[in-house]
């Protein structure tokens, strides 16, 4: 395992000789980003003792922290760094800050740390699953749409609590996937019919998804449903996933940046503002929406210009946090049920964007720090390597926890670990969300696992008890 670990570090130490030039720095940066991604994927370095690959485990942390680091850290910061030397979409080279390059080469070898960190701790909390302590007794048809129905219920009449929304978005978080995890199982068991009520659900999910306002839930929820079906159909998944991105950035992505001001802001009731947007971005011609893809990828899909805000404000204007952002998180810990009068998280939060002048206060808009920033902000280097093992250990323990409480990797995984905490894991928020998401999702998951253990949908995994249980009533995974 030692040996495992120091091979994920040597990108890091290596990339200090070469931190005077940035765009050796850049480039070092970016390829050891990808040695790492795919090292952590090899069976050598998880020594996993499955049968099956990894293709068939692509929502487990190990892989699905690797997919989204490269595509927001790795693909989003080669963008930006070559905007950020002057070259545009078209290629025409403008004027470039050499001071600048040198803040996104230092910003962009802190995040290769955190990469090789969080992986570090991956390991250290160890990447074999073994068999499930607990079993699911019984799935009966159509059992995680009907699932997925009740948490809409619930999820409907919790909305009129304010106090509640947490739990509520937590609810909703698990009927989405609920209707995922049932395509799934259906398909893989040729059960065409569950198929196709399932479908059908998530075209409604999808939709009210699509004018929520939230761009990016669509393109998450089809990321999810593209790694589940994959082990069954890796060329159509393919095929249709870069169809189904290629449409989110050029038409999904205009259209919810329009609809956005209009339901959030100004006030325009859904069905004008939906109208609005519609016709708004239909009207784009095909450069301005390639535009809208640059201009996403540069600013959007990666946190390198705020990066490198804080790197010249920490500790040149003010010295290193130390504790007090991990302080300032357990405020998070405590539910707002229990505390009405707990401090606005986002307040709070971006008090700290607003001293690093990355936004004005009157501007309005939510730019946020994320885990590696704050580790950064905290105590620096060693800030970003101790804060990213603790963070990957959590991870695998936490979706080893699901897995051995819920029968394993389809309904562990799949369902309580990717709709709970995977959101977190893969975006990594500041501390302060950090610490109050995650502990809200184990209060959440643990009452789950009473409730069905009371109602015996879920048995103890003893061998006694396990050969008693028929056959097509436990759960297995999908065959190819």
């Known amino acids: 395992m030692i040996l495992r670990i120091i091979i994920l570090f040597v990108p890091s130490l290596l990339g200090l000789l070469w931190q005077d030039d940035p765009w050796i720095s850049l480039a070092w940066s970016f390829a050891g980003s990808l040695l790492i991604a795919g090292t952590a994927q090899t069976l050598w370095f998880s020594q996993s003792n499955e049968d099956v690959p990894i293709t068939h485990r692509l929502l487990r942390p190990m892989f699905i922290y690797h997919f989204f680091f490269v595509g927001y850290h790795v693909v989003g910061g080669v963008v930006n760094s070559w905007d950020l030397a002057g070259y545009t979409l078209w290629g025409t080279p403008a004027g470039q800050s050499e001071y600048e390059l040198s803040l996104n080469a230092t910003a962009?070898?802190?995040?290769l740390l955190a990469q090789a960190s969080v992986t570090a701790g991956m390991k250290?909390?160890?990447?074999?699953?073994?068999?499930p302590k607990y079993v699911i007794a019984f799935l009966p048809p159509y059992g995680l749409l009907v699932l997925s129905l009740?948490?809409?219920v619930v999820a409907n009449a919790l909305s009129s609590f304010a106090l509640l929304s947490n739990l509520n978005?937590?609810?909703l978080q698990i009927a989405s996937t609920a209707v995922l995890v049932e395509i799934t199982l259906a398909l893989s068991h040729r059960k065409f019919k569950n198929a196709a009520w399932?479908?059908?659900?998530?075209?409604?999910?999808?939709l009210?998804?699509?004018v929520s306002g939230w761009k990016g839930l669509s393109l998450w929820t089809m990321i999810t449903l593209g790694a589940l079906l994959y082990p069954l159909m890796p060329r159509r998944v393919l095929l249709s996933g870069v169809s189904f991105v290629l449409f989110w950035a050029?038409?999904?992505h205009p259209f919810g940046l329009a609809l956005r001001p209009l339901l959030w802001y100004e006030g325009v009731d859904r069905e004008t503002a939906i109208a609005q947007s519609i016709d708004e971005t239909l009207s784009m011609s095909f450069e301005e929406r390639l535009e809208n893809v640059w201009t996403l990828m540069t600013g959007r899909a990666n946190d390198l210009y705020q990066f490198r805000k804080y790197l010249e404000f920490v500790p040149n204007v003010r010295p290193y946090f130390g504790i007090d952002l991990l302080v300032q998180a357990h405020i998070g810990l405590v539910p707002r049920i229990l505390w009405p009068e707990k401090p606005d998280l986002e307040i709070l939060a971006m008090q700290r964007v607003y001293d690093a002048e990355i936004a004005r206060e009157q501007s309005g808009v939510s730019a946020k720090s994320n885990f590696y920033q704050d580790a950064y902000l905290s105590w620096g280097w060693s800030g970003v390597l101790i804060a990213g093992v603790i963070f990957g250990f959590l991870g695998i323990f936490i979706s080893r926890t699901c897995e051995q409480l819920f029968g394993g990797y389809e309904i562990g995984t799949c369902l309580i670990f990717t709709s709970l905490f995977a959101p977190t894991f893969n975006m990594a928020p500041n501390f302060l969300f950090f610490a109050g998401t995650i502990w809200s999702s184990v209060i959440v998951m643990i009452a789950v696992f009473y409730i069905a253990h009371a109602l015996g949908w879920i048995v103890a995994a003893e061998p006694s008890v396990r050969a008693a249980l028929p056959e097509a009533t436990v759960v297995e995974g999908p065959t190819v």
Request: aromatic share 6%.
């Open 108 to 111: 962009q070898g802190l995040m």
């Open 124 to 131: 250290l909390a160890g990447l074999r699953y073994g068999p």
């Open 150 to 152: 009740s948490c809409l």
């Open 169 to 171: 978005e937590k609810i």
């Open 198 to 206: 399932a479908i059908s659900l998530l075209c409604v999910n999808l």
């Open 208 to 210: 009210s998804q699509i």
């Open 250 to 252: 050029l038409y999904l």
